[in-house]
């Protein structure tokens, strides 16, 4: 029998999702696993294997049924030769050979990219960077990721660390920023700074859910807080519009659910502050897929690379 | 025969440079033209087409003997189709299709290009980004210019408006900039600005080149405002580090000649904002080729459309 089934993993700081996907593109099985629940690199990786000889025994499957495992992670990742640099969110990772670790475990051939890098290759093969020739996608969360889609593919730049507009300047004398730099956008919207922003106004009890709640019923100071971290992201984005050119913008992430407020806001600002040309040939869009964009992205990679 | 030179065109908006070089990129001949002195499109372009034909006559050349010619123009130039959007600082270009017109005129092969992405891909195949895979090549002088390499080759975008580094912004709040944006590096950093600055310390009579002088005397303002220029400009390229993460920036054009003490500061600012990976990757050197870079650029952009 030919291979005909993927092994999508993203492993993020909060969840692992892994899934077992048809060559189709459709999504069989799915576990979640705790990222925290398993401390330790090795426990972690030990329980993830475990779940994919689960689900293979579950669906009797054996590894030479699989194409591939595609591995998303939250750092910069050796694409070619699958090493993880470092991870900034979770410990113990620094220079880990993963792509070889899981391999000779499961006997499965394995892809490893960077988490954000496997958003913006499923929003560009299924989403909302479809047909989009150059795209810029960034995630909206408790970091500002991003990925870089140049001439449809992932663009990874010269050491696999390209795409972090969360880590562009847009003040030069702002706030020091964790990643060691000063006034980055990440600095501005990452989700806890637009927390501390929300308590001045709301008190401590606030949710940035309640607090784009409170938005779209029109309350003024919540419409502000949107409005100011909308001014924000569209300010690295003219940046990063002018210098890349792209035709697509895709904003996802937990924050571009805060809805049209935010999202106006960031349009117009780029649209005002970015070049003619540029501006006329860039759309900016809100991602389309969501949980599972990091699963379909692996299986992109898989398949991309196993061809 | 077989054709063996090629026709290299730097249409500035103060020199047109007009080279003759053989196909190992040697220039047999070379003349300047005064661009305000043929006032109006039309006028500028019978001059090059006259200028071509005299080196032509001189070194007993017919079209036949020309593989081609390149022409690099200050403003975004559809390379594809050949065509001028316009240009910025020489007016009266709107939508102008140079590669046909020339092609015409002389019966020569054309190809057109934005001059800085030309300056970049010289600088690329013989000057400071040589072996570089991934680079970002800025040009600061009246206006900042930007041209992207990508995996060795100029990337011009979705509509040929890619690398604008200078109209990145680097302060939400800051002033107006000529291209409709706000805060932009070039409002900060462009000629014009630095001798702004330059005269509320040293009165109207100064000039940049003065200005570098002074600096290299240990004059402190001078120094000063060198440093700030270099904060400046180290600003906006670490978020082109953080985004693109380069192997190589070069820094060319005639405030590039300030020497040391702008450089460092450049080097200082990038290397303190930029992301520990991405900061370990990039070499911030000076540009290699100066006054003809343009030229050679064009030369290259022929031959490489050419093989």
Redesign the interface.
């Known amino acids: 029998m030919q291979s005909k089934f993927i092994i999508g993993i993203d492993l993020g700081a909060t969840n692992v999702k892994i899934g077992l996907l048809d060559s189709k593109g459709k999504i069989l099985k799915k576990v979640n696993l705790t990222t925290k629940s398993f401390p330790g690199r090795l426990k972690l990786l030990a329980e993830i294997t475990r779940t994919v000889h689960n689900i293979l025994q579950e669906k009797k499957l054996h590894a030479k049924d699989i194409i591939g495992a595609g591995i998303g992670l939250p750092g ?1 990742v050796d694409f070619k030769n699958g090493i993880v ?1 470092y991870l900034p969110n979770i410990p113990g990772w620094r220079k880990f050979p993963i792509r070889k670790w899981f391999s000779l475990r499961t006997g499965i051939k394995t892809f490893v990219d960077n988490d954000v890098n496997l958003v913006a290759l499923a929003e560009s093969r299924m989403g909302a960077a479809r047909n ?3 795209a810029v996608c960034i995630t909206l969360g408790t970091g500002v990721g ?1 990925g ?1 889609i ?1 001439d449809g593919n992932i ?11 969360g ?6 004398k702002g706030p020091k920023c964790n ?5 980055c956008l990440e600095r501005f919207v990452g989700n806890k700074y637009l927390l501390q922003k929300a308590r001045g106004s709301f008190g401590s009890s606030i949710s940035l859910e309640r607090l784009a709640e409170l938005a779209k019923k029109k309350n003024k100071k919540a419409i502000a807080i949107w409005q100011e971290a909308g ?2 992201i569209g ?2 984005l ?3 519009v ?6 697509r913008i895709v904003i996802g992430g937990g924050v571009a659910n805060a809805g049209k407020v935010l999202f106006d806001e960031i349009e117009n600002t780029v649209k ?7 501006r ?3 759309k900016i869009v809100k991602a389309k897929l969501t949980d599972n964009a990091g699963i379909f992205g692996a299986m992109f990679l898989v398949k991309e690379n196993t061809d």
Chains 1, 2 share one sequence.
């Open positions: 910069p640099d989009a020739k150059n991003g870089v140049i663009y990874r730049g010269s050491s696999f660390s390209a795409g972090e507009v880590h562009m300047p847009i003040a030069e990643c060691g730099g000063r006034g001014r924000h300010v690295a003219a940046g990063v002018n210098l890349l050119n792209p035709d005002s502050l970015a070049m003619p040309t540029q006329r040939t860039v």
